[in-house]
């Protein structure tokens, strides 16, 4: 439990933030070109996943986060980012049903 933080902690969780924002882009994109060049609604389906995608990727990351913490026994941070998931878990459990 040092005061520096490990490099390859920082580089697990850009890399789950790259290939999120990468991901979303080019999920996105396909659904741009489908509605473009193609009748019919898959494009908006193709363009929805690509949102959800882009909402999943920063959950994704705590998830990262607290396995890593935990993994190097960073025992207080493990649970803040745990309590982090569980707040974003509730949140979208108990806001879905709000318009």
Known sequence: MSEVREPDFDRAVALVLRIGAFGCFFVMLA?????LFVRGNISLEIER???LLMLATPVVRVIVACFLFFQEQDW???????????????GSVFGTGEH
């Open 49 to 51: 996943i690509g949102v």
């Open 31 to 35: 659904g741009l070109v489908d509605g």
């Open 76 to 90: 207080k941070y493990g649970w803040i980012s745990l309590g982090v998931l569980v707040i974003l878990l509730l």
